[in-house]
């Protein structure tokens, strides 16, 4: 199943303490949504049996309509694209996956996200945040099916979405760099609202997710196969009164849209199914390597030393089998000394043929979907810019 938790409110109403909170040394009460979330995970992981799990997360941030990824090496340097596949949906190409095993890793790949986002001071801020952020993580669980016998796999997703705040420009006194920044953050949390309106009216067909590139990010969280939770931050100062408002019509309206959330059963593109069927294939082709080069005056192997391959074997047989990801984080170093092995048991014929025909069938399709994609992402800066010339007229 897939599940999103976002904040949403004005600028400096606390979104981000909500979200993150407060770390370490601080005492564990103070920690935000997201910690919390790592701590329930990997307990509920700790305490099943009979199964086997594959943890990954990522994080990113959409920064003046830039998407970057914040676990790279230079955040502010990398600018990713949306693309659109016929199986999994919108997604963002060249993201940075890592596997972790524990709360501790995790809390340091966040804190890592969290140095690299967009930060600026305002007159309602010292540290406002002038982005949205996105830290995914994806939990893969494999068990098997007791009426049926057979290994079962099922995904889950959880976004947890720190949203940038709206703005007036009159309170905050931006200028320069954060009133285009603002300009931006305004500009998405409107397509935001629009969206959720046109969700909750029902009666147009079309809703206007490509708007801006966090509504298409969220699209299966407002409109799909997804269990949605909004936390709306509201300011208790009476300065902040029209503000408040509308951040609660704005939860209200969003309260009123229905999802029919899921489980992801058995898909088809399990990362922990590849990691399995990799180790097992390797084992056997192992094996077998290891078996041809035991007597008789053979070869020991066409691609390989016959004492490596024995080496191998022997280390992917001493590795612990509690979990699927800490098997393959293990082994890592070992499959790289038989990637001759694997290009060998890999190479059928008929597989690569029918493999190649489907690649290329996809391929187009989905070319053609983000060839519209383009096209309509150009309109939509186009009329950005004329919205901002409007807005600088009406000045």
Do not use: W
Request: aromatic share 4%.
């Amino acid at each position: 199943m897939t599940g999103t938790i976002f904040a949403y409110g004005q600028t400096g109403c606390g979104k981000t303490h909500t979200m993150q909170g407060l770390m370490h040394p601080h005492p564990p009460e103070m920690r935000g949504v997201i910690p919390r979330s790592f701590v329930h995970i990997f307990e509920a992981i700790r305490i099943a049996t009979g199964c086997e799990f594959l943890v990954r997360c990522s994080y990113l941030e959409i920064y003046q309509e830039d998407v970057r990824d914040l676990l790279a090496a230079n955040a502010s340097e990398t600018k990713l694209d949306l693309k659109e596949d016929p199986g999994k949906g919108v997604y963002v190409k060249d993201l940075t996956e890592i596997v972790v095993e524990d709360e501790e890793t995790i809390n340091k790949l966040m804190d890592k996200g969290q140095e690299q986002r967009s930060v600026a001071a305002t007159a309602m801020n010292d540290t406002s945040s002038r982005s949205h952020a996105i830290f995914t993580i994806l939990v893969e669980v494999s068990e098997m099916d007791e009426a049926s016998g057979k290994e079962m796999i099922r995904v889950g997703k959880l976004n947890l979405v720190d949203l940038a705040g709206s703005e007036r420009q009159k309170k905050t006194g931006a200028g320069g760099d954060r009133l285009k920044e603002g300009a931006k953050i305004n500009l998405s949390l409107s397509a935001l609202g629009n969206v959720i309106s046109a969700l909750v009216d029902g009666k147009g067909k079309h809703i206007p997710y490509r708007d801006s590139k966090l509504t298409r990010l969220l699209q299966d969280s407002l409109g799909g196969n997804t269990k949605t939770l909004m936390v709306a931050a509201v300011s208790p100062a009476d300065y902040n009164y029209d503000e408040t408002m509308s951040t609660l019509r704005y939860a209200n309206r969003a309260k009123n849209i229905k999802n029919k959330p899921k489980i992801n059963e058995d898909p088809k593109d399990a990362m922990l199914r590849e990691f399995k069927d990799e180790i097992a294939a390797l084992k056997l082709a192992l094996a077998a390597a290891s078996a041809g080069g035991g007597g008789g005056g053979a070869p020991a192997t066409s691609y390989g030393d016959a004492q490596i391959v024995s080496g191998v074997l022997e280390q992917l047989n001493h590795v612990p089998s509690e979990n699927v990801h800490t098997k393959y984080i293990e082994t890592e170093k070992v499959v790289e000394k038989v990637v001759e092995v694997e290009r060998v048991v890999k190479n059928n014929e008929i597989y690569e043929e029918a493999m190649g025909l489907a690649g290329e069938y996809n391929k187009s399709l989905v070319d053609q979907r983000n060839k519209l994609g383009d096209e309509l992402e150009e309109q939509r800066r186009h009329r950005e810019q004329l919205e901002m010339r409007l807005a600088k007229l009406s000045k």
